[in-house]
């Protein structure tokens, strides 16, 4: 078992910045790959970053330039760093972990909401 407890959420305006922690414990955290999902209102979820075992990173298209992942494995922690936030990222973001970045994620996070203004 892991268990995930996201962190960091909040509202910000356009423009601002923001840094998402998720909080692993249990089961081995290094072997694990990470994602980070958002789901907003009345959307599916939708998967923004993913990180592998290996520290491989992946973006959808909609944050690359604007976002970071990164894990810390002694520290059991998988961040979003979230820089030009635009309205249309407010969501529920949840950290995942699975077998590899393409899934399946087994393990979630609670969530937190993200709300940008315009």
């Known amino acids: 078992q892991v268990q995930l407890v996201e962190s960091g959420g909040g509202l910000v305006q356009a423009g601002d910045s923001l840094r998402l922690s998720c909080a692993a414990s249990g089961r081995t955290f290094s072997s694990f790959a990470m994602g980070w999902f958002r789901q907003a209102p009345g959307k599916g979820r939708e998967l923004v970053a993913s990180?592998?075992?290996?520290?491989?990173?992946w973006y959808v298209d909609s944050v690359k330039g604007r976002f970071t992942i990164s894990r810390d494995n002694a520290k059991s922690t998988v961040d979003l760093q979230m820089n030009s936030l635009k309205p249309e990222d407010t969501a529920v973001y949840s950290c995942?972990?699975?077998?590899?970045?393409?899934?399946?994620?087994?393990?979630w996070g609670q969530g937190t909401q993200v709300t940008v203004s315009s």
């Open positions: 995942a972990a699975g077998l590899s970045t393409r899934g399946p994620y087994g393990y």
């Open positions: 990180l592998s075992t290996r520290g491989d990173p």
